[in-house]
């Protein structure tokens, strides 16, 4: 595809469930970004991947929350238990290996009820 | 954690005046970006400026970086509504990890 595509748009989940939200890159981009964005905050950053690995998964704020890559393209960015505090837009991006400016998808707002 | 800080967090002109923001950082970096979200969601590139460099320009837009101060600022010229936007700031670090800040919330008047 053109730009970053991300699945679902909207999920709206019960506290307590396990989502997977899923990041299409653009093609051949290696670097790829997970952010979490509240209302009124700027994206904060969760997890970078180079390639299929993690090179920086500093950002994820508990152990209920992990990506993966695996072939180095798809990622899927998946929460455990999720609580009402996981609310959020997650953002991801893409770009190429280097200096340069990342792409990002439009996101998926995740709304834990 | 965030690392930039925007100033000022909200901005409103009228149209046709020229817009600046403003972008604190903390550590080194590699480079600083500039970046535009609309309504919430997906965030635009607008420019990157390297650390080597004090000063960039595309089209109406100009950047400017100081990393003595660890500063930069984005100069917007003869505003457009459609620039009614959400601006962000976000650096660069070690491998490419970005690091965004809290963001500006610019209103143009028209």
């Known amino acids: 595809g053109a730009g970053v595509s991300q699945t679902p748009s909207n999920k709206v989940t019960e506290k307590g469930k396990y989502v997977e939200l899923r990041c299409d890159p653009i093609?051949?981009?290696?670097?790829l970004y997970w952010y979490r964005q509240s209302l009124g905050q700027g994206p904060e950053f969760l997890i970078y991947?180079?390639?299929?690995?993690?090179?920086?998964d500093s950002g994820l704020p508990n152990d209920r929350f992990f990506a993966v890559r695996p072939e180095g393209s798809v990622s899927t960015l998946k929460i455990q238990r999720t609580e009402r505090g996981d609310s959020a837009v997650y953002l991801c991006?893409?770009?190429?290996?280097?200096?340069?400016?990342?792409?990002f998808g439009q996101g998926t707002r995740l709304t834990v009820v | 954690s965030q690392q930039g800080e925007e100033d000022p967090q909200a901005l409103s002109i009228q149209e046709g005046e020229n817009a600046t923001m403003n972008c604190s950082y903390k550590?080194?970096?590699?480079?600083l970006q500039w970046y535009r979200q609309n309504s919430g969601r997906g965030l635009v590139h607008l420019i990157l400026?390297?650390?080597?460099?004090r000063e960039k320009h595309s089209g109406r837009l100009r950047v400017t970086l100081d990393t003595s101060k660890k500063s930069s600022s984005l100069l917007i010229t003869a505003s457009r509504a459609a620039d009614t936007a959400s601006y962000f700031c976000?650096?660069?670090?070690?491998?490419?990890?970005?690091?965004f800040g809290q963001g500006t919330r610019l209103t143009i008047n028209p």
């Open positions: 991947f180079q390639g299929t690995g993690a090179a920086d």
């Open positions: 976000a650096t660069g670090q070690g491998a490419q990890k970005l690091v």
């Open positions: 550590t080194s970096i590699n480079n």
């Open positions: 400026i390297r650390s080597n460099e």
């Open positions: 093609s051949g981009h290696t670097a």
């Open positions: 991006a893409s770009s190429l290996t280097g200096p340069g400016g990342a792409f």
